[in-house]
T-cell receptor, first 113, second 117 residues
Framework: KAGVTQTPRYLIKTRGQQVTLSCSPI?????VSWYQQTPGQGLQFLFEYFSETQRNKGNFPGRFSGRQFSNSRSEMNVSTLELGDSALYLC????????????FGSGTRLTVV | AQKVTQAQTEISVVEKEDVTLDCVYE???????LFWYKQPPSGELVFLIR??????QNEISGRYSWNFQKSTSSFNFTITASQVVDSAVYFCALSEAAPGGNEKLTFGTGTRLTIIP
């Protein structure tokens, strides 16, 4: 079966712009989680959506937001980009509980200049 | 709050040597899950193993083995007869299971493993 698809793979944006990243989970999975990976902070949890509802949120400013559609595809949006937002953004697909595990996509590498 | 510590930042071994990656975790919950992921240069996190807090049985999968010890809060990963393809960054992660489903993975800082041919 198809894996987790994240688009775009690479993105370059200018400071102050906004960006939208997309994640299509594995068919049948209703949970999508987003993580930010930077050399300085490592892998940090952004938020999780399950059946179109945000269930859990990490410690990130309000500039980071997300949503999930009825087909479980999820988008995350970052407004007013800062240089520090440059990172690899990974999404994880799951049935919704830790005991089912998490499958990650290849990520979107965002560079803010 | 939960925490995962991978004290080894970088490890280099010669091909065919055995190598153990350490992982120590902290959690207040009695029900939790531990994971190991491999991250090759492409960036994707590749799932290796999931272990729940009630199952302390060690596991072996080919050249990979995992040693889970609740008494020391450790979940170590050993690669036997290492190969160049094992070169990657390895992450240990912890997830607490909650009735409402509010779970997230807390990752360690990762161990960069380099296998020298």
């Amino acid at each position: 079966k198809a894996g987790v698809t994240q688009t775009p793979r690479y993105l370059i944006k200018t400071r102050g712009q906004q960006v939208t990243l997309s994640c299509s989970p594995i068919s049948g999975h209703r949970s999508v989680s987003w993580y930010q990976q930077t050399p300085g902070q490592g892998l940090q949890f952004l938020f999780e959506y399950f059946s179109e509802t945000q269930r859990n949120k990490g410690n990130f400013p309000g500039r980071f937001s997300g949503r999930q559609f009825s087909n479980s595809r999820s988008e995350m949006n970052v407004s007013t980009l800062e240089l520090g937002d440059s990172a690899l953004y990974l999404c994880a697909s799951s049935h919704g509980r830790a005991n089912y595990g998490y499958t990650f996509g290849s990520g979107t590498r965002l560079t803010v200049v | 709050a939960q925490k995962v510590t991978q004290a080894q930042t970088e490890i280099s071994v010669v091909e065919k040597e055995d190598v153990t990656l350490d992982c120590v975790y902290e959690t207040r919950d009695t029900t939790y899950y531990l994971f190991w992921y491999k991250q090759p240069p492409s960036g994707e996190l590749v799932f290796l193993i999931r272990r729940n807090s009630f199952d302390e049985q060690n596991e072996i999968s080919g050249r990979y083995s995992w040693n889970f010890q609740k008494s020391t809060s450790s979940f170590n990963f050993t690669i036997t007869a290492s190969q160049v393809v094992d070169s990657a960054v390895y992450f240990c992660a912890l997830s607490e299971a909650a009735p409402g489903g509010n779970e997230k993975l807390t990752f360690g800082t990762g161990t960069r493993l380099t296998i020298i041919p």
